[in-house]
């Protein structure tokens, strides 16, 4: 992929401008593949690894959003799935316990979406 960036606005430095751009494009290519893997759910990242309390709050809020939940209901989906976003969206959107939501995700390509799909 060439990046056509043109001239720099500081003369005499050519790097400021293309590293930007290529970082832009790598930025790019992975959501798109991280969509395409299922990774992404209605904007959301579904299957981030929460590992601090940061990012389990991060993780409630993702399943409240996707669900329209309350938070502690999705805090609790949360927990019986191990802290496995997909599979507590699943579980709240399907009313299904956690193994049938890990199931339901295999037979699906782990795609939420498509397990959601005609829901």
Known sequence: IVAETGP????GSTRMKAGTSQKMILNM????????LGYVYKNYMVRMVPNNQKLYARAIHITSKCT???????????KKSDWNIDEAIVMLARGVDNQAAKRLLEENQHI???VLQGK
């Open 8 to 11: 720099e606005v500081i003369e």
């Open 29 to 36: 290519l992975s959501t798109v593949i991280m969509s395409q």
């Open 68 to 78: 329209g939940d309350d938070e502690s209901i999705c805090e609790e989906s949360l």
């Open 112 to 114: 939420v979406g498509k």
